[in-house]
């Protein structure tokens, strides 16, 4: 793979900014500040992305240090390579909201599948990039510290070619982590916490079935109220009815109380008229038995009477004619025996006599008359004062008849009146009922609303105790984990026993033949024998002595790591060849050894980017005729 190619789209200080590589020796340079790392970051990056830390780290991170400013959605790239003579066009947007990562076959035309991608890129993990082809100065280490690191890479390169693991004095080492990391996350306390964990499990437990409860008994009140209010709304329906009624029924009542009035006052009246008959029959009672008139005679009776005594003075005078005729017949009866004288004395006597009580008779007579006059007068008042008496006993029987009815009447009204009364206490029932659904009711919501406090209560309880058990539990499974990770430290104690029989036996084998051939070319034949024994001690065999690395000079140990980067990527990559990424890797270099070393990448690597903040690697290329593309940034 040739990286050909760099489009600086935005990202960092650039922007559009482009860069040309070619085969073999790329040399860039830049002072400090140029931008190199920003370059070689950008080649990482558009061959495995970057992503944004969290929490604190992201302020500090790769993401954030070379996000643009002005505009971070155009944080963005392209970068063209060539792989077994095909060309591609890399494109890849690193701005976290709108990420995107396109790879196209520009000899084709199209955009290639994600298979087609892993394919291309195949044994290329950001890990193994480090390890193998990107390859830094190892800087100001101690030459302990650079035995150290190439131990470490040794055993990287000898377990899964890519995995980064650090072995620096390595039981040690491992032995302190598993210290570390049982105290800090307290291994002995895993039975506390499982305990306390079934302790909050078994709260939770009882917390939810006294919810279940609680719940049943809410929702079992709320059919009661539901009930209730059925029943209400019936009993308001009825009682609107009994309001209507019960209008109905005052009005009839207010007329009963009226007519009871009426009736009353009609009543009273009537008496009163009774009691004024009464007095004034007895008043005319009285009057006609003063005049001897008893008051249950009739009319036919006391004309009886009157005409009896009109009577009298005819029969009178009958007798007084009676005695004349007498007087007469005796005269004409004593004429045969009677002196004249004698004859005319006593006849004259007679008639004398009767005539006198003829005289008297007629006197009697018409005195009688008067009086008969008067008499009828009196009658006639008497019929009149008996015709009143009449009138007032029908009167008196009528007005006594009224009366019994107006009593009856009354009676009746206020019958009807208390039967209206006690339809009225009768229908009260509704409301009393009603009333007593209302208390039922607030009963009941008093109650739910209790419930439902205690409902709430046991929710804001139970939020606290899943607090504490996701507490408990992430505390467990960092128990866990740490037991976990022990056991991975462990499992490495052994894993770099059988590393280093590895090494030695097979990979180590092919390594050693590689990096034995890299460094003899780099060195110009001054150490071309280079093993690792199962320790994972480097050792160098010159032409005097086998010698460890710890022996060599720190100049020749960079020579060794490069030697063994170089190996590395020979065996893992094998014919697909990797551009090599240099970055400040001569810094420990005399100029022969640096001579020695881009003579022979730029003869035969496929491409050498070299990224320098000296013009020594330009000097020297131009001095030995090495050819070279140059680039100042």
Known sequence: MIIKDLQLTNFGKFNHKSMS?????????????????????????????????RGKASSKDTYSKYEPWDNPSNYQGMMRIESNGVDYRIERNFNRQNKSFKVINEDLGRE??????????????????????????LGSVTDKELENILKNYAANLGSTKSMEIDIKEAFTDLDAQKKKIATDNRIGEEYDVERCIYTVKEQLEVSEREQHAIIASIEQKKDSVLRLSSRKEELSALDKQRLGELARQNARKDKLYQDVMTYTSEVDKTNEILEKIKAHKAELTSQLMEKGIDGHETMEMLSEKVHTRSSMPVAFIILALAFVGTGV?????????????????????????????????????????????RKLEAIKELKLALDKLEAAKHEELYTQRQLESKKELLKNTKLMIKQEEDRSIDSADYSNEIKDIEEQERELNEVISKARWALEQKKEQDIQCERQLDELTERLDNIKKAKIEIQAIEDAKENIEDIANEIRNSFGKRLNERASYYMSQITNGKYDNLSIDERLNILVNSKKALLPASKLSKGTVEQIYMALRLAAADIIFEKDYKPILLDDAFVMYDNKRMGNTLKFMGENMEQVILFSCHTREKVMADKLEIKHNFIKL
């Open 112 to 137: 290639l599948t994600q298979d087609e991608i892993d394919k291309l890129f195949t044994g290329l993990d950001e890990s193994c990039y480090y390890n193998t082809i990107s390859i830094s100065q």
């Open 329 to 373: 017949g005796l005269i004409l009866g004593n004429l045969n025996f009677l002196t004249v004288t004698e004859f005319w004395i006593r006849p004259i006597g007679c008639f004398v006599g009767a005539f006198i009580c003829t005289i008297l008779a007629i006197i009697r007579y018409c005195f009688n008359k008067k009086k008969k006059k």
């Open 21 to 53: 590589l070619e085969p073999g020796l790329n040399i860039i340079y830049g002072e400090n500040e140029a931008g190199k790392t920003t370059f070689h970051t950008f080649i990482r990056g558009m061959l495995f992305g970057i992503e944004k830390q």
